[in-house]
């Protein structure tokens, strides 16, 4: 019989994985030469396997001119890599960019709420979001984006985006060494 919580409780519907494998995965291509690419390819495996994803992008934020790149994603014709926007003041800006805290969004009113791109993003079939900040040494050096069906994503799920994103480290700072 399901209780109040776990009726009242949102479930991510990403499949209860062993996590440490796929960590493990990462942390070990991060040794290896071809980096950051062999990095962020790991990290989008990973993450797929672990915590489910329809698009996966990395963002680099450029905090001195105040601007974002891609730096990777799933789907390069929808969302390319390369070229800088200028980062726009928001709620969403100020959660993840600044406070460093990760962005959950469940539906896709969520995602129209925090997104220009709201269309596009639906035409993906992507109705949730989990954006995740990258930090070193306070500063922010971007995000990790996991994007999904409506309802895939929890508050549980970001504790362990976390970790992952904490492994994307090496990679930006291969990239802010090369600027």
């Known amino acids: 019989?399901?209780?109040y919580d776990s009726v009242s409780r949102a479930m991510s519907r990403a499949p209860a994985i062993d996590p440490r494998p796929h960590l493990d995965a990462v942390a070990a291509v991060a040794t290896m030469p071809g980096q950051p690419d062999a990095l962020f390819g790991a990290l989008?495996?990973?993450c797929g396997a672990v915590l489910g994803h329809r698009l996966f992008t990395l963002m680099r934020y450029h905090a001195g001119p105040n601007e974002s790149e891609r730096i990777y994603t799933t789907h390069p014709r929808?969302?390319?890599?390369?070229g800088r926007k200028p980062?726009?003041?928001?709620?969403?800006?100020?959660?993840?960019?600044?406070?460093?805290?990760?962005?959950?969004?469940?539906t896709a009113t969520d995602i129209r709420g925090a997104f220009a791109d709201h269309a596009l993003i639906a035409s993906l079939g992507c109705g949730s979001v989990l954006n995740l900040p990258i930090v070193w040494d306070g500063r922010?050096?971007?995000t990790l984006n996991l994007l999904h069906e409506e309802g895939w994503y929890?508050?549980?799920?970001?504790?362990?985006?976390?970790?992952?994103?904490?492994?994307?480290?090496?990679?930006?700072l291969v990239l802010e060494r090369h600027a």
């Open 154 to 172: 929890d508050e549980g799920d970001a504790g362990l985006g976390l970790l992952f994103a904490a492994l994307a480290v090496p990679g930006y």
């Open 1 to 3: 019989m399901a209780t």
């Open 44 to 46: 989008d495996a990973a």
């Open 78 to 82: 929808e969302y390319p890599v390369g």
């Open 140 to 142: 922010s050096l971007g």
């Open 87 to 106: 980062v726009t003041p928001t709620r969403w800006t100020e959660q993840i960019l600044h406070r460093r805290q990760p962005y959950l969004g469940r």
